[in-house]
Each structure stands twice: as structure tokens, then as C-alpha cells.
């Protein structure tokens, strides 16, 4: 057989490979949203205060974003982002934080700017945005919407407010995708990231790598990480989530107040239960 029979030959059974792969594809992309089960309810309410009482001006804090952010799949308050971040805060800060949750279930990076105009509205200190996973679902084109993100983040520093993001998280860890729509899920959640990383960070805000810190825990153990639904964070998902975000929300805010904040400890364990701080009021 010559080289030229040969050549083909490969060429035709790796051009046979991707048309595989592309109906395989075609197929997840419609039969898997359907295996997710669509929100009926809202998440638990997520404006919370922790801390003491006290003659100070208590420190506010906003948590803008999608379901991630507003923490669909928790089953109590104490275990949506806004209070298990303002938990943290609260008792590391030595302060009274009033947390508000402006997240919108199913909500896009388009929708960011419904969201900052109620949370400039309340003057807040800092504001954390978890955003994205619902752009990749969507396919959308991502120049658009790292421009939307920056403005976003540059109106809420003009408001005079700290801007926490925690970038796109990997959607190749769904258990309910799988390959290539695995590998597709994976590449585009971690472009979206990287593109808001630098988006972000030009805009004044500063960013939390979700996909980098929390892989390792939702790869390792995906039936607590993850909620009835699959797709969603459970509690201790949540909790995990909170705890690799307070390190860097913690670093923001005592730049901003010039106070060092008592240290994360070096551990797992879920932060922001009742043991951070008062009970929500």
C-alpha cells in the first residue's frame, strides 16, 4: 500500500472520528439540559446580619449573580453564599455585616446590570459575583459578555465598592455531562474564566479561580458536593465554595479598612455555620 493510500486512509477514519463525535455532541447538547431538574422554588432568603450590635455603621455587603449565587439547591439561609460569606466576615473582621443576596435564578451576564443598579442603591462596601456557568450553558459569545461583566464591576467601583469575582467554575465536573460534552463544557467554562480574569482585574475588581480551587473537591467526592439535582452545589458545596472565596474577600477588606482580619485557618471544614458568628437576625 503507498504512502499516499496510507495518508488517506487516517485522514478518512479521523474525519469518520469527528463526525462521531459531532452527532454524540449534537445529542448531549439537547438530551442533557433535559436531565436537569428546572428550579420550582427559590432558594432560602439570603439578606442576613451576623455580628454584634453596635454604634458602628454595620458593613454591607451584596452578592450579585445566578442560581450559584443565590444559592439554589441549600435547604436553610445560614447555607447561601450571602450569609455563609458574611458569617466568615463577621467573626474574622471582628464586625456587624448586613448581607444582601441580589442574585436572579438563571441569570446571564447581560442580566448583571438589573442587579448593580439595585445594589448601588443600597451603598454597599463589597459586592461578590459568582456569574457565568449560564453563559457557557447558552453558548454565548464571550466578547460581550466580559465587556458587560467589566462594566459591571467598574459602576460598583465607581459606587466607591470592593468587587469580589468568582470566575466561571468548570462545568466539566457535572456529573451529568459526559464526554466530549465533558470536554467542551470544560474548555469553555475555563476560557470564560480566564477572559473575565483579565476583564475583572482591569475593571479595579479582584478574582477568585472557582474552577482551580474547587475541581479537587467536587471531582473527589460529587455526591456531597453536589445537590439532588446534580448540577447545583449542595450545602457542604456551598460551604466549600464560601471558603475559598473569604480568603481573598477577607484580603480586600482589610486593605480597604486598614485592620488585619483574624486568619482562615488551614482546613476543609465548611465555614459560615452557626459557629462564625450570631445567629442571623
Not at 469518520?16 to 463525535?21: I, K
Request: proline share 8%.
Amino acid at each position: 500500500m503507498g504512502a499516499g493510500a496510507v495518508i488517506g486512509g487516517v485522514a478518512g477514519a479521523a474525519a469518520a472520528v469527528a463526525v462521531l463525535t459531532g452527532v454524540v455532541l449534537a445529542v448531549q447538547i439537547v438530551v442533557t439540559p433535559r436531565r436537569i431538574r428546572v428550579p420550582e422554588e427559590p432558594p432560602p432568603r439570603g439578606d442576613v446580619t451576623y455580628g454584634p450590635r453596635s454604634a458602628q455603621r454595620a458593613l454591607t455587603m451584596v452578592v450579585l449573580g445566578d442560581s450559584f449565587a443565590a444559592g439554589y439547591g441549600a435547604s436553610r439561609s445560614r447555607e447561601c453564599p450571602a450569609a455563609l460569606l458574611a458569617a466568615g466576615v463577621s467573626r474574622r473582621m471582628r464586625c456587624r455585616v448586613s448581607a444582601y443576596t441580589l442574585a436572579v435564578l438563571g441569570a446571564e451576564t447581560p442580566d448583571l446590570c438589573h442587579q448593580v443598579d439595585r445594589a448601588v442603591r443600597l451603598r454597599p462596601d463589597v459586592a461578590v459575583v459568582y456569574i457565568g456557568g449560564n453563559d457557557v450553558t447558552q453558548l454565548s459569545a464571550q466578547g460581550a459578555l466580559v465587556r458587560q461583566l467589566g462594566d459591571g464591576v467598574r459602576r460598583l467601583r465607581a459606587a466607591g465598592c470592593e468587587v469580589v469575582v468568582g470566575t466561571c467554575p468548570d462545568l466539566g465536573v457535572l456529573p451529568p455531562f459526559r464526554a466530549p460534552l465533558r470536554w467542551l463544557a470544560r474548555f469553555l467554562s475555563r476560557r470564560l474564566a480566564a477572559a473575565q480574569t483579565v476583564e475583572v482585574r482591569r475593571a479595579g475588581g479582584v478574582t477568585v479561580s472557582l474552577a482551580e480551587l474547587l475541581n479537587p473537591a467536587f471531582e473527589a467526592d460529587p455526591d456531597r458536593m453536589f445537590g439532588a439535582d446534580r448540577f447545583h452545589p449542595s450545602a457542604d458545596g456551598y460551604a466549600k465554595a464560601a471558603a475559598v472565596t473569604l480568603p481573598t474577600l477577607l484580603a480586600v477588606l482589610g486593605a480597604r479598612s486598614g485592620r488585619r482580619p483574624v486568619p482562615v485557618p488551614r482546613t476543609t471544614v465548611p465555614v459560615g455555620l452557626p459557629s462564625l458568628g450570631a445567629a442571623a437576625r
